[in-house]
């Protein structure tokens, strides 16, 4: 079966404009999460989804950050107003939810600001 | 706050010498602790989890809570090991799972 899913692979946009990335989870994984991954960092979480409703948003940095999951499938992370430190790789990961469980993760989107 | 140390950037063994990647965490509760491993051009992926006390790869790591450690351990490293690993914790009964800066593994022929 498919993996995680993350489109598009790369993004290049302008300082100041808006920008959606996509996750594809694993069929029936009813846990998804977002990181964001800075280079030379580990992952830094930034929202985790538990079905359609977002569980824990306290990773993200601010308002400019904002993610959806509106049929507990496909998640869309949104950047509004981007600046040059959004720069980094955004990485989805999905689960079964149930505690201790393995993350699968997707191959990441690299968002370069410019 | 949850955080995770992982206090070598880059270590670089021969094959076949024992191996030591260290994690610190802090956390005064229970927490689940897990490695993940990304290999060169590949994902994240799951080494293994304190919770099922498992060997995998050759690799072990065992949770000391007066230390507040997770090291990863591998007797005799093989160049295929060669990899970044990155610790990573959650709260007992949280998804929240907070990584470390990751170790990068370069095992020498």
């Known amino acids: 079966g498919a993996g995680v899913s993350q489109t598009p692979s790369n993004k290049v946009t302008e300082k100041g404009k808006y920008v959606e990335l996509r996750c594809d989870p694993i069929s029936g994984h009813t846990a998804l999460y977002w990181y964001r991954q800075s280079l030379g960092q580990g992952p830094e979480f930034l929202i985790y989804f538990q079905g359609t409703g977002a569980a824990d948003d306290s990773g993200l940095p601010n308002d400019r950050f904002f993610a959806v999951r509106p049929e507990g499938s496909v998640s869309t992370l949104k950047i509004q107003r981007t600046e040059r430190g959004d720069s980094a790789v955004y990485l989805c990961?999905?689960?079964?939810?149930?505690?201790?469980?393995?993350?699968?993760f997707g191959q990441g989107t690299r968002l370069t600001v410019v | 706050a949850q955080r995770v140390t992982q206090p070598e950037k880059l270590l670089s063994v021969f094959k076949g010498a024992p191996v030591e990647l260290k994690c610190n965490y802090s956390y005064s509760g229970s927490p689940e602790l897990f490695w993940y491993v990304q290999y060169s051009r590949q994902r994240l992926q799951l080494l293994l989890r304190?919770?099922s006390r498992e060997s995998i790869k050759g690799f072990t790591a065992d949770l000391n809570k007066g230390e507040t450690s997770f090291h990863l351990k591998k007797p005799f490293a093989q160049e295929e090991d060669s990899a970044m690993y990155y610790c990573c914790h959650a709260r007992t009964g949280g998804f929240k799972t907070i990584f470390g800066a990751g170790t990068r593994l370069f095992v020498k022929a």
């Open positions: 990961a999905s689960s079964l939810g149930v505690l201790g469980t393995e993350a699968f």
């Open positions: 304190h919770i």
